[in-house]
């Protein structure tokens, strides 16, 4: 089963993106047995940023004419079902060799296929003090217009700590991995037997949009009905 692992780091060398994905690399390789990993990082391909032509658009060129290693990085991803993104923060928000990939791959808005769509994704955001939870946010939009379903994120800062990958992001990373392979092959059982978590059953309480009726009267009920003009 083809999975891709997308790196949007802007580093040349190996940067901590690409060890928190390997973490969770390993966690989907855990699950899925005949897991067929498939590693891009973005930034050691050539991707021009979209010039807004809409030539792709054009029934009669139907594709982007920009000469760069984009289709190769599209065929890199042929017939992948899901995909593991790890991505460092940027400015608060998608680093931009991300954003640059997403507004290229719109040249497929009409295709029956979308490339990088469809699949089932584990996210990994991280940054050195804050934002991570916007910038997940911001991939959302992308998400639902490509048919993708994320199915588990982890967004983490590395603040005071030397070395993220020896904190607990580490494990985090690896979960995110295993969900995501779980989640694919739903039909089989967990591969380590889990203590199941007890289901906490709340008392039957009046939930929001409950109709009136049904909501259990209470004594001060009877007051409520101001009747006009009785003051
Ligand atoms: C251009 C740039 C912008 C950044 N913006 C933020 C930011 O908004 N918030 C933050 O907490 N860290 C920010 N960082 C820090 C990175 O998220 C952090 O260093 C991350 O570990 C880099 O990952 P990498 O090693 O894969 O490049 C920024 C770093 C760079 C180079």
């Keep these: 089963m083809k999975i891709v692992a997308l790196s949007c780091?802007?580093?040349?060398?190996?940067?901590?993106?690409d060890a928190l994905l390997e973490a969770a690399v390993s966690g989907v390789v855990r699950e899925v047995r005949d897991a067929e990993i498939q590693r891009i990082r973005l930034i050691d391909h050539r991707i021009a940023m979209c010039e807004g032509e809409d030539t792709?658009?054009?029934?009669?060129?139907?594709r982007c004419t920009l000469d760069d290693d984009f289709e190769h990085v599209v065929e890199l991803a042929e017939g992948a079902r899901a995909m593991l993104l790890a991505m460092p923060v940027y400015a608060g928000n998608?680093?931009?060799v991300l954003k640059?990939?997403?507004?290229?791959?719109?040249?497929?808005?009409?295709?029956?296929?979308?490339?990088?769509?469809?699949l089932l994704v584990g996210t990994i955001v991280h940054s050195r003090t804050m934002l991570t939870e916007p910038a997940l946010g911001a991939?959302?939009?992308?998400?639902?217009?490509?048919?993708?379903?994320?199915?588990?994120?982890?967004?983490f800062t590395q603040n005071d700590h030397e070395d993220l990958t020896r904190t607990?992001?580490?494990?985090?990373c690896v979960a995110v991995g295993r969900q995501l392979g779980m989640t694919l092959d739903g039909s089989r059982s967990p591969a380590v037997e889990r203590t199941a978590l007890p289901l906490v059953q709340s008392p039957s309480r009046p939930?929001?949009?409950?109709?009136?009726?049904?909501?259990?009267?209470?004594?001060a009920s009877s007051h409520d009905t101001v009747t006009s003009g009785s003051t």
Excluded at 139 to 155: E, H, I
Aim: proline letters at 10%.
């Design 207 to 219: 939930r929001c949009g409950d109709s009136a009726r049904q909501v259990h009267p209470s004594p």
């Design 139 to 155: 991939l959302f939009p992308w998400y639902l217009r490509l048919r993708n379903r994320n199915v588990a994120s982890a967004c």
């Design 9 to 17: 780091t802007q580093k040349r060398l190996p940067s901590l993106t």
């Design 56 to 62: 792709c658009l054009d029934p009669e060129v139907g």
């Design 94 to 96: 998608v680093p931009a």
């Design 168 to 172: 607990a992001a580490y494990d985090l």
């Design 100 to 118: 640059i990939f997403q507004e290229r791959l719109k040249s497929f808005m009409n295709a029956r296929q979308r490339p990088f769509g469809n």
